[in-house]
Structure formats: C-alpha cells, structure tokens
C-alpha cells in the first residue's frame, strides 16, 4: 500500500513474508496447481483446525499466497519511512530473500532490526516482543508525530 498511497508515511514490517521469486519455482508450481486442482472441485478448501505449518491452525490456501508478492513494489516506496523488525533464527522464511531484500530496494529512510536469539514466532511473547513493540511505537512516534495529513 504504501508504495501507492502517497498518504502512507510510515511502515513497519515485523518477521514479514515478501514474496517467493526464484528460490521458490517448484513450491509455486505446485501451489498453483492446488488452486487448479480447487477449480475442479478435485481439492476442497483446508478445515480450519488443519495445522499445515508449524503450530498454527488454519489450512493455507497456497494459490492465493503463490500471487503474494509485496518485494517487487518495495522499490516504489518513495514517501514511507520502512522499519523491518526480524527474527535471528527465522525458520520460516529466508531474511536474505525476503525483509533484507525489500530493505535494500527501499531508497527512502528506513532501518533493519534484527532480534537475536528468537526464532519467528517468538516475536509475539516475552523480551521480543517488548524489543518489537517499543521500536514499532519508536518509529511510528519519530514518522507521524506532527505529520500533516492531506486529502490528495
């Protein structure tokens, strides 16, 4: 949003998922066609007790994440200070081709926090999440305090 909302002035991305490219060529053929496969009536949709990645519960519907790809606007991002927030021991996602890549594209001021020792739902509890929380709040007060909204 905030590489086409002019308006936006701030972002925080915490442990954040950009996208798939290149790295992930196998996995995208196959979660599309699981989408083909739903069109069909072949697959149905995940209960939402499922737990398909790690312990979160809820089934992922793979074709709609196959089209996420927020990296490729992160170089349009031209008004919105950028503050990413990441997990050391990120398991789930590779930081070098997701948060580190789309903090690179960004031209506009921005900053990369990397929490040690957690892993990436161990931002959501304890000492990470005190660290995530006061650096969002941080970045947001340092951004918005006193910006003037317009209504372009």
Known sequence: ?????????????????????????????????????????RLDYPSPALKEVGELRGGMIWEKLARFQPIEDASMIKNAASLFIVAQNEELLNNKYHSLAAYEKITTEKEYIEIPNIKHYDIYGGSARKIATKSAITWFEKYLKGAVSSSD
């Open 1 to 41: 949003t905030a590489a086409r909302d002019k308006r936006i002035k701030a972002i925080v991305s915490q442990v954040g998922g950009m996208g798939w490219g290149s790295n992930y060529g196998h996995a995208l053929t196959d979660w599309q066609s699981k989408g083909g496969q739903r069109a069909r009536g």
